[in-house]
């Protein structure tokens, strides 16, 4: 059975701090998809990142790099300089790939930026 | 290009009466997903599509929820009758099946519903 583990439930920061957000996922899979979501207070779910489990470089968009660690079942998320708009809850996903399945979810890291 | 579209975003109902709630997927996409999320469970599977054919529906709770998709571009999921533990936000979401994309799911709005 697939599970996902968000440890943190929740995180708060000072504005320009950087923050991580860990994941640490298990699958009998050797192909499985990893993936990251950004559930702002408006609702909706964004797409921010997938990652297939045969690439473990690590991957940087702005201030958003992701650090990928098999070894360790790792999928952990670094927000660099935060700023306000980055308060959100952000989710972890984990798929077993081979097609389109369902994704499984962690329960979610409340990120919270204050000003 | 259009995104998910989920409707109603909000419905408000009493315990015993239907509810239908619809989704259109990102055209071209094959693949469509239903989820629940509540505040106990987070966020789960319900069931999910493939080319319009119901693929794995073992996260639908019981007997009184259903989900169809009568073609590519939509689909419903009922719940009949609804109760007050059905009260949670509805996501619909839709995957392409092209080699470089394969399970990036795109969700919906959502669908707030409120059982009372």
């Known amino acids: 059975a697939q599970k996902v583990t968000q440890a943190q439930t929740e995180i708060s920061v000072v504005e320009k701090e950087d923050v991580t957000l860990d994941c640490v996922y298990e699958?009998?899979?050797?192909?499985?998809?990893l993936f990251w979501y950004k559930q702002p207070p408006s609702g909706e779910l964004v797409f921010l990142i997938r990652?297939?489990?045969?690439?473990?470089q690590n991957e940087i968009s702005g201030r958003y790099s992701w650090n990928f660690q098999k070894s360790t079942s790792s999928f952990n998320f670094t927000i660099t300089a935060s700023q306000v708009v980055d308060s959100a809850v952000y989710f972890c996903a984990l798929s077993d790939g081979g097609g389109a399945d369902g994704l499984t979810f962690g329960k979610g890291t409340h990120l919270i930026i204050q000003p | 290009d259009a995104g998910v579209i989920q409707s109603p975003r909000h419905e408000v109902t009493e315990m015993g009466q239907e509810v239908t709630l619809r989704c259109k997927p990102i055209?071209?996409?094959?693949?469509l997903f239903w989820y629940r999320q509540t505040m106990m469970r987070g966020l789960e599977l319900l069931i999910y599509f493939n080319n319009n054919v119901p693929i794995d529906d073992s996260g639908m709770p019981e007997d009184r929820f259903s989900a169809k998709m009568p073609n590519a571009s939509f689909s419903t999921l009922k719940i009949q009758p609804s109760e007050p533990r059905d009260s949670a936000v509805y996501f619909c979401?839709?995957?392409?099946?092209?080699?470089?994309?394969?399970?990036?799911?795109?969700f919906g709005p959502g669908t707030r519903l409120t059982v009372l």
């Open positions: 699958t009998r899979d050797t192909t499985y998809y």
């Open positions: 055209s071209g996409h094959n693949s």
């Open positions: 979401a839709s995957s392409p099946s092209n080699r470089e994309e394969t399970d990036t799911q795109y």
């Open positions: 990652r297939n489990s045969f690439d473990e």
